[in-house]
């Protein structure tokens, strides 16, 4: 089991930056790949970026690459995630999740999800 707890989330103006973490615990000494997903409202979850159990292998959904940064401190088993010139349309819950695979970017692929922290984007 794989306990996965968000936090960073908030209300921002377009433009302006957030820094997401994802601090993981309990069967931590196992290698896994991570990843974060959002889900805004009305719509389905969907891929925003994925790090593989090394760190070496990153990836971005379109939407945000060139703007959001993924990355993981294997010694604090912490995810995460640098946005950059948000946009209103960036504005969702944003879940981390574990997967034991050594890289995904498809939810199902993933065993373990965070509950998820609110990211809002004011125009």
């Known amino acids: 089991q794989v306990q996965l707890v968000e936090s960073g989330g908030g209300l921002v103006q377009a433009g302006g930056s957030l820094r997401l973490s994802c601090a993981a615990s309990?069967?931590?000494?196992?290698?896994?790949?991570m990843g974060w997903f959002r889900q805004a409202p009305g719509k389905e979850r969907e891929f925003v970026g994925a790090?593989?159990?090394?760190?070496?292998?990153?990836g971005y959904a379109d939407s945000v690459k060139g703007r959001f940064t993924i990355s993981r401190d294997n010694a604090k088993n912490t995810l995460y995630l640098q946005m950059n010139g948000l946009e209103p349309e960036d504005t969702a819950v944003y879940y981390c999740?574990?997967?034991?695979?050594?890289?995904?970017?498809?939810?199902?692929?993933?065993?373990?999800w965070g509950q998820g922290t609110q990211v809002t984007v004011s125009s």
């Open positions: 790090i593989s159990r090394s760190g070496v292998t990153t």
């Open positions: 309990g069967r931590t000494r196992s290698n896994y790949a």
């Open positions: 999740a574990v997967t034991w695979a050594t890289y995904a970017i498809v939810a199902g692929s993933y065993e373990y």
